[in-house]
C-alpha cells in the first residue's frame, strides 16, 4: 500500500520535546521534498518546515525557527522534525507531504499522510 505515515506525536508539557518521524510505505521518500504541516482545530492548515530532496534547502515557518529541526535519513526512508520549547500553540495535528517539484514552494506538497496528534499542555 502507498502511503506516508507520521509517528512520534503525543502529549507533553509545555517547554518539552517531541520528535516526529515519517516514512514511505511503497515507495522511497528520496526523490522527493518533504514537508511538515500541521492544523489546530478551526484554524486552516499551515506549513512548518519542508526539506529538499538533497538535504541542502530547509524552510521553517517564523514561530517555529530556532525550535524545531527537520532533517532526512534516505537511507532509512525517514524524514524527522524534532520539536523543542514547545508551547501550547504548536498544539495540532501535523501531517507529512511530498512535493514533486524541484523548487518547492509551501504549496507544492500534494501528497499527504493521515496526520498525527500533538498536545502540548501548559
Known amino acids: 500500500q502507498v502511503q506516508l505515515v507520521e509517528s512520534g506525536g503525543g502529549m507533553v508539557q509545555s517547554g518539552g520535546s517531541l520528535t516526529l518521524s515519517c516514512t514511505a510505505s511503497?515507495?522511497?521518500?528520496?526523490?522527493?521534498?518533504v514537508g511538515w504541516f500541521r492544523q489546530a482545530p478551526g484554524k486552516e492548515r499551515e506549513g512548518v518546515s519542508f526539506?529538499?530532496?538533497?538535504?541542502?534547502?530547509?524552510e521553517y515557518m517564523s514561530s517555529v525557527k530556532g525550535r524545531f529541526t527537520i532533517s532526512r535519513d534516505d537511507a532509512k526512508n525517514m524524514v524527522y522534525l524534532q520539536m523543542t520549547s514547545l508551547k501550547p500553540e504548536d498544539t495540532a495535528v501535523y501531517f507529512c507531504?511530498?512535493?514533486?517539484?524541484?523548487?518547492?514552494?509551501?504549496?507544492?506538497?500534494?501528497?499527504w499522510g493521515q496526520g498525527i496528534q500533538v498536545t502540548v499542555s501548559s
Open positions: 507531504a511530498t512535493s514533486r517539484e524541484q523548487e518547492s514552494d509551501w504549496k507544492d506538497f500534494d501528497y
Open positions: 511503497g515507495f522511497t521518500l528520496d526523490p522527493y521534498d
Open positions: 526539506i529538499s530532496s538533497m538535504g541542502d534547502r530547509k
